[in-house]
């Protein structure tokens, strides 16, 4: 008998995030709206957006149609030259950012976004190898840099944060406040006063920037509403540039554009690195958008930044075809809209549910569920970050029902393609319902 799709992945494709000898996942070849197609025949309702980057779903027709087009024109330009449709991609970005004025440079991805953030901060804060603060339990993406920003306990043995200059500060992690207190708000504020004091601590002329996530991020973190205001009004004091990572949280994930926009014009960070819904995925490619106040100050540098594709033409006509369809399509308020309702619906679970602990986000189509072994004492079902067997045998059950469910440590992470109908999120948080009965009830 022929060899199936998925023994040949497995003779031969090294897989990201897993073990290569346990790698044991579906092979796809196809999907329309939420739903995935397998080679078996079955369908599956996608929660995750695969990883969170299918903002329009799978095949959306405008995204496909766009690559066709732009394929049958011109396939590349190398970055130092223009391509007419990456300048209107970033004129849509610079509009939709509300950094009107600034500039955008196109990468490959999240991690390279951050890296160039970087990079052009140091430019032009003329500290080449400033200091930069990042946090704890965040996620910046796997390459070198990406891993030495990230406070993610499966990398940290893997790169010298120190020696790239990067510090790292307690999240705004209100469930279990590293600040000792128990009020969100206040919890908010202190994580944005330990960035200041880090800051502090190293001078702020050393310091060339701080780069967190506004919002939703992979390592299950939502920042309390204070935290923004707070860490853009002692960034702002100390003279150090803000980037927000908004790989995650941009493009309507948490019910705007981007998720600092939820905090007003005046939180604005000076840049914003961007990648996954930015093309809805169908083609790779991250962004940073520099503010105009910090593009007038490496305007007359060399830019010693990029790859050779960043920016490549096919996705940025995926890129153009995308911010066009969440415009076109209501998506980004139908994000905040669906996504409070799917909020709610997850309140009640918790309410039957005592394994929950908490649920948290639903500023959007985004939501972390965190499970417990006890909610009085909010002990962790494992150790962080760990999965405990229970969570991984309900994803396993999930998935063999046809239902695929992110997941981190203790978390079940919710975030569907903005396009999914909302009968398909109630039967998804019904299936839930019933898995969580059924493995962690006690
Ligand atoms: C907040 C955030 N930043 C950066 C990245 C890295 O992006 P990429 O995988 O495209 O390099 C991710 C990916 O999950 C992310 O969630």
């Given at each position: 008998?022929?060899?199936s799709?998925?023994?040949?992945?497995?003779?031969?494709?090294?897989?990201?995030?897993?073990?290569?000898?346990?790698?044991?996942?579906?092979?796809?070849?196809?999907?329309?709206?939420?739903?995935?197609?397998?080679?078996?025949?079955?369908?599956?309702?996608?929660?995750?957006?695969?990883?969170?980057?299918?903002?329009?779903?799978?095949?959306?027709?405008?995204l496909v149609?766009?690559?066709r087009?732009?394929?049958?024109q011109?396939?590349?330009?190398?970055?130092?030259?223009?391509?007419?449709?990456?300048?209107?991609?970033?004129?849509?970005?610079l509009?939709?950012?509300?950094?009107?004025?600034?500039?955008?440079?196109f990468t490959?991805?999240?991690?390279?976004?951050?890296?160039?953030?970087?990079?052009?901060?140091?430019?032009?804060?003329?500290?080449?190898?400033?200091?930069?603060?990042?946090?704890?339990?965040?996620?910046?993406g796997?390459?070198?840099?990406?891993?030495?920003?990230?406070?993610?306990?499966?990398?940290?043995?893997?790169?010298?944060?120190?020696?790239?200059?990067?510090?790292?500060?307690?999240?705004?992690?209100?469930?279990?406040c590293?600040?000792?207190?128990?009020?969100p708000?206040?919890?908010?504020?202190?994580?944005?006063?330990?960035?200041?004091?880090?800051?502090?601590a190293?001078?702020?002329?050393?310091?060339a920037?701080?780069?967190m996530?506004?919002?939703?991020?992979?390592?299950?973190?939502?920042?309390?509403?204070?935290?923004?205001?707070a860490?853009?009004?002692?960034?702002?004091?100390?003279?150090?540039?803000?980037?927000?990572?908004e790989v995650?949280?941009g493009?309507?994930?948490c019910?705007?554009?981007?998720?600092?926009?939820?905090?007003?014009?005046?939180?604005a960070?000076?840049?914003?690195?961007?990648?996954?819904?930015?093309?809805?995925?169908a083609?790779?490619?991250?962004?940073?958008?520099?503010?105009?106040?910090?593009?007038?100050?490496?305007?007359?540098?060399?830019?010693?930044?990029?790859?050779?594709?960043?920016?490549?033409p096919?996705?940025?006509?995926?890129?153009?075809?995308?911010?066009?369809?969440?415009?076109?399509?209501?998506?980004?308020?139908?994000?905040?809209?669906?996504?409070?309702?799917?909020?709610?619906?997850?309140?009640?679970?918790?309410?039957?549910?005592q394994?929950?602990?908490?649920?948290?986000?639903?500023?959007?189509?985004?939501?972390?569920?965190?499970?417990?072994?006890d909610?009085?004492?909010?002990?962790?079902?494992?150790?962080?970050?760990?999965?405990?067997?229970a969570?991984?045998?309900?994803?396993?059950?999930?998935?063999?029902?046809?239902?695929?469910?992110?997941?981190?440590?203790?978390?079940?992470?919710?975030?569907?393609?903005?396009?999914?109908?909302?009968?398909?999120?109630?039967d998804?948080?019904?299936?839930?319902?019933?898995?969580?009965?059924?493995?962690?009830?006690?």
């Amino acid at each position: 008998m022929a060899a199936s799709a998925t023994q040949h992945e497995a003779d031969s494709v090294l897989h990201s995030w897993c073990v290569p000898a346990a790698w044991d996942a579906p092979t796809v070849v196809g999907g329309e709206g939420a739903w995935l197609l397998l080679e078996d025949g079955r369908r599956i309702l996608d929660l995750s957006s695969l990883s969170e980057c299918s903002l329009l779903g799978h095949q959306h027709p405008r995204l496909v149609q766009a690559i066709r087009d732009q394929a049958q024109q011109l396939c590349f330009v190398t970055n130092p030259w223009g391509a007419r449709v990456r300048a209107e991609l970033a004129q849509e970005l610079l509009e939709v950012s509300g950094l009107r004025g600034g500039r955008v440079f196109f990468t490959l991805g999240g991690a390279d976004a951050n890296e160039n953030a970087i990079k052009i901060a140091r430019l032009a804060q003329e500290q080449p190898q400033g200091a930069v603060i990042a946090r704890d339990r965040s996620y910046h993406g796997a390459s070198y840099m990406g891993m030495a920003l990230s406070g993610d306990a499966r990398v940290q043995a893997l790169v010298d944060a120190d020696a790239l200059n990067v510090h790292h500060v307690p999240p705004p992690y209100a469930y279990r406040c590293p600040f000792g207190t128990s009020s969100p708000e206040a919890c908010g504020k202190a994580a944005a006063q330990a960035v200041a004091a880090g800051i502090d601590a190293i001078g702020s002329r050393q310091t060339a920037a701080v780069i967190m996530e506004p919002n939703a991020g992979s390592n299950g973190i939502v920042p309390p509403g204070s935290f923004w205001p707070a860490l853009r009004r002692l960034t702002r004091d100390r003279g150090v540039l803000l980037i927000a990572d908004e790989v995650m949280s941009g493009f309507g994930r948490c019910g705007q554009w981007f998720a600092w926009q939820q905090h007003g014009p005046q939180h604005a960070p000076d840049l914003i690195t961007c990648a996954k819904g930015l093309t809805g995925a169908a083609a790779p490619l991250g962004a940073v958008i520099v503010s105009a106040a910090v593009y007038a100050r490496i305007e007359r540098r060399m830019l010693p930044i990029g790859l050779t594709y960043c920016g490549h033409p096919l996705s940025c006509a995926a890129g153009l075809a995308a911010v066009r369809a969440y415009r076109d399509e209501g998506l980004i308020e139908r994000s905040r809209q669906l996504g409070a309702w799917m909020f709610e619906r997850l309140q009640r679970l918790q309410e039957r549910h005592q394994a929950i602990g908490e649920v948290r986000g639903g500023d959007g189509l985004f939501a972390v569920v965190e499970l417990v072994a006890d909610r009085v004492t909010r002990a962790p079902l494992a150790p962080w970050p760990q999965t405990p067997p229970a969570l991984a045998a309900l994803l396993r059950d999930a998935l063999a029902q046809g239902l695929s469910l992110a997941s981190r440590g203790n978390l079940i992470i919710l975030a569907p393609p903005l396009v999914i109908a909302q009968d398909e999120l109630a039967d998804a948080i019904e299936r839930l319902d019933a898995l969580l009965a059924h493995h962690l009830s006690r």
